[in-house]
């Protein structure tokens, strides 16, 4: 069984950086790709980014060119680096890993059987 644990979230203002931090722990492997996603209040669980293990990379439009995905050599640590940060990027985030199947879409939360509790981002204005 897989652990995951996010660190890294906080307050910022609009236009600032921050970067998100998931610790896997407790597994063999952490399985064909990772992936981050976020839930703001009242809305759906969606996509922001996540990386295969050839270190191919998947983006959400509403991201791309802001956030970059990573994860260290010994893929026990991906990072989730968010830069130019909108109100919009206000959420809970979370790290996802453990997917069903190697065809399994990137960014479908349905995929993922592995979850961490999330580290909550906020954008002021």
């Known amino acids: 069984q897989v652990q995951l644990v996010e660190s890294g979230g906080g307050s910022v203002q609009v236009g600032g950086s921050l970067r998100l931090s998931c610790a896997a722990s407790?597994?063999?492997?952490?399985?064909?790709?990772m992936g981050w996603f976020r839930q703001a209040p009242g809305k759906e669980r969606e996509g922001v980014a996540s990386?295969?293990?050839?270190?191919?990379?998947t983006y959400a439009d509403s991201v791309k060119g802001r956030f970059t995905i990573s994860e260290d050599n010994a893929k026990t640590r991906l990072y989730l680096q968010m830069n130019s940060l909108k109100p919009e990027d206000t959420a809970m985030y979370y790290c996802?890993?453990?997917?069903?199947?190697?065809?399994?879409?990137?960014?479908?939360?349905?995929?993922?059987?592995?979850w961490g509790q999330g580290t909550q981002v906020t954008v002021s204005s």
């Open positions: 996802a890993a453990n997917p069903l199947y190697s065809w399994s879409r990137r960014l479908d939360a349905k995929a993922y059987r592995s």
């Open positions: 407790g597994y063999t492997s952490t399985g064909y790709f």
């Open positions: 990386i295969d293990r050839d270190g191919s990379t």
